[in-house]
Nanobody, 113 residues
Framework: VQIVEFGGGLVESGGFLRLSCAVS????????RAWYRQAPGKQRELVAL???????NYAASVKGRFTISRDNAKNTVYLQMNSLKPKDTAVYYC????????WGQGTQVTVSS
């Protein structure tokens, strides 16, 4: 199983990015998919989560600006990030959690002021 995130980059404050997380291989017993982020000197934090049933949960700091979605046919999870702020700057990680947890290598998002 391999998880690869892409779509990060440098964007101005107020801009948007869409992150994608593609999975190759089969993961058994998935119960949720999530995006985390880690800023320099800070702990990794949950940004958005989607359960198998489609329920979503967001960090308070991104609610209303970020949207998690998935395309099961493409084995891909997305994170649409709008109205980006400098404090959103971090490495963003995708994870699939099930019988085991699988993490991608992360993609850098930098928001300039």
């Amino acid at each position: 199983v391999q998880i690869v995130e892409f779509g990060g980059g440098l964007v101005e404050s107020g801009g948007f990015l869409r992150l994608s997380c593609a999975v190759s291989g089969r993961i058994f017993g998935i119960y949720d998919r999530a995006w985390y982020r880690q800023a320099p000197g800070k702990q990794r934090e949950l940004v958005a989560l989607m359960t198998n049933s489609g329920n979503t949960n967001y960090a308070a700091s991104v609610k209303g600006r970020f949207t998690i979605s998935r395309d099961n046919a493409k084995n891909t999870v997305y994170l649409q990030m709008n109205s980006l702020k400098p404090k959103d700057t971090a490495v963003y990680y995708c994870t699939y959690r099930g019988a085991a947890d699988y993490w991608g290598q992360g993609t850098q998002v930098t928001v300039s002021s």
